[in-house]
């Protein structure tokens, strides 16, 4: 009941930044944490950060802290994941989420990151 779509990926130089972004419909007012993990092939998926949808509390995974970081927008909306010094280990499928309570999630379909070397 919650839909997800991903935009912003592509191409981007190691070192350089890239702004992702979810667009979130559907029955939001269910939602307490928006957020972002990702996969790359032959790996399993892994969390990359969330966000408190009024935008007052963010985790980050360690491989990422201090080079990313998740907002929303004033009505939440939309979920950021501003990405910069990036390095080709964080080339993936970048996955957009939302928590709906402890054991549901809603998820979008994607969108490639690739960072070349």
């Known amino acids: 009941q919650v839909q997800l779509v991903e935009s912003g990926g592509g191409l981007v130089q190691a070192g350089g930044s890239l702004r992702l972004s979810c667009a979130v419909s559907?029955?939001?007012?269910?939602?307490?944490?928006l957020g972002w993990s990702r996969q790359a092939p032959g790996k399993e998926r892994e969390f990359v950060a969330r966000i408190l949808r009024n935008g007052r509390r963010a985790d980050y995974a360690d491989s990422v802290k201090g080079r990313f970081t998740i907002s929303t927008d004033n009505a939440g909306n939309t979920v950021y994941l501003q990405m910069t010094n990036v390095n080709p280990e964080d080339t993936a499928m970048y996955y957009c989420?939302?928590?709906?309570?402890?054991?549901?999630?809603?998820w979008g379909k994607g969108i490639q990151v690739t960072v070349s070397s």
């Open positions: 559907g029955r939001t007012v269910s939602i307490n944490y």
């Open positions: 989420n939302a928590q709906i309570s402890a054991t549901v999630k809603s």
